[in-house]
């Protein structure tokens, strides 16, 4: 990822890339061959230079990467999660409050052009599915998938119920997922989400796929909405327009004017509208939103509080998943 950054951050009039640096020599000057920037030697040799920076490190060095940056009040564009835990997470969100540093997280599905798409629609979901799988990279097999990659939706959920959660059922499967200390970590999970505001979610990530999936359905009153991220493509059927016309065939199958039901296909009564999208590049509209949050034009577009809100809800649907299940271990095994 530091590596994409480097390139939209070269390729814009709206910064100058400095620098890059690397905890392996030879891929910063790779980078920066590449790009046209310098290899710079250290962390401390940045925070000389820079103005502004993306971390794009693993998480469990996330908080000790940004806190010399924030402490000078360089802005950051940390890379998601925020933080490996809560704690870690909120003591960002601390730093950059006591020092007054601009921070925005690496929420990239934010700046899909579908998702971008079916924000401006406004609607106001009542239930939400989303399900997000994939094979296995064999990276992040530390991580499980929930922190991995299931926090990409969580973030889009939270900004689309726009409520306070009551309510987490969950259920997890570790099948080759092991921590850091050789626990066992989901491989894949299922959460069901109750907001306070009645809105429910239904989430399902899994890196034992065997093909890839990522969709999101958003269904309301006013509209339901399907999202395809990978094709960065989507569908919306509106109330208006469409409820008359399935109420006329309703009436005439009662009154017995259709007698034939064979030849009433629901699809074709539903007047469906693909979603405007725009082309432009997840990654560089990312990096726009952050620059204007930089130049002080904008709030950051997933400031601190969200990043740490995602990592909060995260650690919640991790914690509800049962050890019994998790491992695969009958109630009645465990002595």
């Keep these: 990822m530091g590596r994409l950054h480097a390139r ?5 009039e709206r910064a100058n890339l400095v620098g890059v640096y690397d905890a392996n020599p030879d891929k910063a000057e790779a980078v920066a061959a590449e790009f046209g920037c310098a290899a710079l030697p250290s962390l401390g040799a940045a925070l000389e230079v820079a103005k502004a920076v993306t971390i ?30 809560v704690a870690e997470a909120r003591r960002i969100v601390e730093l950059a409050r006591e020092h007054g540093a601009v921070v925005q997280v690496g929420h990239i599905e934010r700046f899909n052009p579908a998702v971008r798409a079916m924000e401006r629609l406004d609607i106001r979901p009542r239930f939400i599915e989303v399900v997000r799988v994939s094979p296995l990279t064999f990276r992040s097999i530390d991580v499980g998938v929930v922190l991995d990659m299931m926090i990409h939706d969580i973030d889009i959920v939270l900004r689309l119920a726009a409520s306070r959660v009551e309510r987490i059922d969950s259920i997890g499967v570790s099948v080759i997922g092991a921590g850091p200390a050789g626990e066992p970590v989901e491989d894949i999970c299922n959460a069901r989400i109750v907001f306070e505001n009645g809105c429910v979610a239904n989430l399902t990530a899994s890196r034992l796929a065997l093909r890839t999936e990522r969709r999101m359905r958003v269904f309301s009153t006013e509209a339901y909405v399907s999202i395809d991220y990978q094709k960065k493509y989507g569908v919306v059927a509106r109330r208006s327009g469409n409820l008359e016309a399935i109420r006329s065939a309703v009436a005439r199958i009662r009154s017995g004017e259709v007698q034939d039901l064979s030849g009433l296909n629901f699809a074709d009564l539903v007047n469906i509208e693909e979603l405007e999208i725009d082309d432009t590049e997840p990654l560089r509209a990312e990096i726009d939103a952050f620059l204007d949050a930089v130049g002080g034009n904008a709030s950051p577009a997933a400031s601190a509080e969200d990043g740490l809100a995602a990592v909060e809800l995260a650690t919640r649907i991790v914690a509800s998943i049962a050890p019994r299940t998790l491992t695969g271990l009958r109630e009645d095994s465990v002595h």
């Design 8 to 12: 939209v951050y070269s390729e814009t």
């Design 56 to 85: 794009a490190v693993p998480t469990n060095i996330h908080l000790a990467t940004a806190e010399p940056f924030l402490r000078k009040r360089v802005a950051c564009l940390i890379e998601k999660p925020l933080a490996k835990d």
